[in-house]
């Protein structure tokens, strides 16, 4: 049985993203395409990029929005920004073009409104079944985590930067 | 404050790995050198070792053992071959060639008792101050934990394959 997933990596801990990025350079190895949407802008640095970049041929890299931080004052132009960087994930999930689709950080524009759940999750539905989507972020809203194939929640056991270090190159960043 | 961290991804659930194949090609792509160590022969197949090749003059890969199963017949054998994988490790973490050095499923040469815990985290703590390790792996024993700065848990929330579907390319593999 050949089934797209639909993964959730969702949790307060670090490696939300860091995996999607290994899961994507993973697929890449095998020359399986994908593409990678970031709908939190900023949140990728130097070292994703250059490292994305040496899979330009198979790794699609977008930055979504003007960059959301959902604390915006302009609630009605985030939700118009939101409902923008949707329908380009839309596009790409329904283009056939990529073994999988990442949605990083997507869970934020569900958890604070800027998007609809219901419309999202049936459009998910209704995908070709083939299609693996990947979504990551925190507060995955529970509807996300009952559509979901695979669900994994990174815990924070322990971080270093509650006890003074700061953000490190090639390690947070 | 630069700080050399102790970076534990452990639990039941997926992203271990992927996450630590995640922070080795992030620091590759800032032109830092990593050392990637597997202890268990077989975990990664034909996508991430493709992967890493793109990266061949950053990172360096290698297979530990003949492959520990900890199943073996033969505990001697595997103490004798666990013994030899660490002392691998330890050259790696003390020549100072790298960023970062990754043991990839290292915890169960502890949980399992082919390696001594002790000596190995005495090791840890008089490495060199600015280097960092990232140890993966299940059931990372408590003294582990306690000596590292940085811990998350992968929890499975969810899991295809409790639900019939098999292992994919470019997904779980």
Same sequence: chains 1, 2.
Avoid at 96 to 113: A, C, Q, S
Wanted: proline share 3%; charged share 25%.
């Amino acid at each position: 049985m050949t089934k797209g997933l639909l993964i959730v990596h969702t949790g307060e801990g670090k490696g939300k993203t860091t995996a999607a990025l290994g899961m994507a350079m993973r697929a890449a190895g095998h020359g399986l395409p994908v593409c990678f949407i970031q709908f939190i802008k900023g949140s990728w640095r130097y070292g994703e990029l250059e490292a994305v970049k040496r899979f330009e041929e198979l790794i699609d890299f977008h930055v979504m929005g003007k960059g959301f931080t959902w604390k915006s004052e302009n609630l009605e132009e985030d939700a118009r920004l939101a409902q923008e960087a949707w329908a380009f994930a839309c596009q790409a999930i329904d283009s056939g073009n990529f073994h999988t689709v990442v949605l990083d950080e997507f869970t934020y524009l569900l958890h604070y409104g800027m998007l609809d759940i219901e419309p999202c999750l049936e459009f998910l539905a209704r995908r070709n079944p083939t299609q693996h989507v990947v979504i990551t972020g925190r507060y995955a809203p529970e509807p996300l985590i009952a559509a979901a194939d695979l669900v994994t929640e990174m815990r924070m056991i322990k971080h270093p930067l509650k006890s003074g270090v700061k953000a490190q190159k090639g390690i947070e960043f």
